[in-house]
């Protein structure tokens, strides 16, 4: 790389976890310097929240930043997005008519005519839209990717993904003392979708990642236990692939003694894979009559699992890495995009935009197939 790219950031100011990650994520591999935020809409908390993360700029307000960083010469190239969902559309826009890259948490945005307008501008202005579904960083993901395009696992048959937590099986957004649970589970803050929106998404794309295919149809049960909550908490769905594939997904925040257990596994004719988020080292191949094999990272000859590794086999890596490896594709499209050069085909697992629009379509069809009693709907 020629170079650190200069980043902003918009929220994830005092108390806010996922801010924090992204900055050093950005950090990682020397690829970004985090040079300016909008890090709360308090300005005394912006302020206060700029000087702790050692911002060279503070802004009070995201439009204001926008503006300002676009006209200086020593600008920000790209800005990070890590507000509650309902502002993710608006900031977005308003940084990609700056001509500012972009970098946002998922969901996408609140609703599918959003997501559609924000892919549009962002070919209109030919800025990188990245979307960071951090579980697409892992080199064992990405290795698992591989080896299902090299046809290793034969036709796919089954498709299983479920992601599994507990910090919602009781109403603590009712005391008004987590500011996680207060936004996840308001609909104005979050949109339409709870843990549909908030994990049911990364297992959907984790899904979709993995096997390089979406399902055509689904049946879907989205459902919340917790009296008084206003989204949903649990989610599982049938799936029906185009080519004939099945698959099963459930998705659910009230699992009592579930940490972060999103765990996938596919079958095809010649064989099958399991990967374990939990355990992200490793991945285990299975083929057809044969032992299981237990595939761990920097042993593995593959070039998407090698771009995406960092350290030595045996030392672990995780999510900060794998958060890490999504800033690093970023940088080299960013660069190869304001250089008009073509895109690096070591990036090219980068998720982006419009794997924001298919997970909206994934909402979409959910909540709809819900509402009909389960009845199949069309993705």
């Known amino acids: 790389m020629a170079g650190r790219l200069k980043l902003g950031m918009v929220g994830g100011g005092q108390g806010a976890f996922i801010g924090a990650v992204h900055r050093i994520a950005a950090r990682l591999d020397d690829c970004f310097e985090v040079v300016a935020g909008a890090l709360s809409s308090d300005p005394q908390r912006a302020q206060a929240s700029a000087a702790e993360a050692n911002l060279a700029r503070s802004y009070a307000d ?25 502002l993710h559309a608006p900031v977005a826009t308003a940084f990609l008519e700056a001509g500012i890259h972009v970098i946002c948490d998922k969901p996408l945005a609140v609703s599918l005519a959003e ?11 030919r800025r990188l839209f990245a979307l960071t579904h951090t579980y697409s960083g892992y080199p064992m993901v990405r290795h698992a990717r591989e080896l299902i395009e090299a046809g290793e696992l ?15 099986a009781e109403p603590i957004e009712q005391s008004g003392t987590n500011k996680q649970a207060v936004w996840r589970t308001d609909p104005k803050l979050s949109g339409p979708a709870g843990c549909l929106g908030d ?4 297992a959907y794309h984790l899904a979709g990642f993995i096997t390089g295919m979406l399902p055509a149809a689904l049946a879907a049960d989205v459902h919340t236990f917790v009296p008084g909550r206003r989204l949903d908490d649990h989610v599982q769905a049938m799936l029906r692939y185009a080519n004939g594939a099945r698959g ?9 003694g579930a940490e972060n257990a999103l765990r996938l596994r596919v079958y095809g004719t010649k064989a099958g894979i399991a990967f374990d988020q939990e355990e992200p080292n490793e991945l285990w ?21 090698a771009h995406a590794t960092r350290v030595p086999p045996g030392h672990p ?15 080299l499209q960013i660069e190869a995009l304001d250089a008009g050069r073509p895109l690096p085909p070591e990036s090219r697992f980068l998720t982006t935009v419009d794997d924001g629009v298919a997970g909206l379509r994934f909402i979409d069809a959910m909540l709809a197939s819900s509402a009909a009693g389960g009845q199949w709907r069309e993705i």
């Open 154 to 168: 034969g036709d796919l048959r089954v498709v299983q993904v479920e992601y599994a937590q507990d910090w919602l």
């Open 248 to 256: 099963m997904l459930w998705a659910s925040q009230v699992a009592s």
């Open 115 to 125: 997501g559609d307008a924000l892919a549009r501008l962002a070919r209109e202005k």
């Open 62 to 86: 995201w439009r204001e930043m926008a503006r300002a960083e676009s006209a200086r010469d020593d600008g920000i190239d790209a800005v990070a997005i890590v507000t509650p969902n309902h």
């Open 199 to 202: 994990i049911g998404t990364h």
């Open 317 to 331: 890596e995780g999510y900060l890495e794998a958060f890490a490896q999504l800033y690093k594709d970023a940088a």
């Open 285 to 305: 191949f299975t083929p057809l009559g044969g032992a299981a094999q237990r595939l761990t990272r920097g042993r593995v000859q593959g070039a998407a699992a």
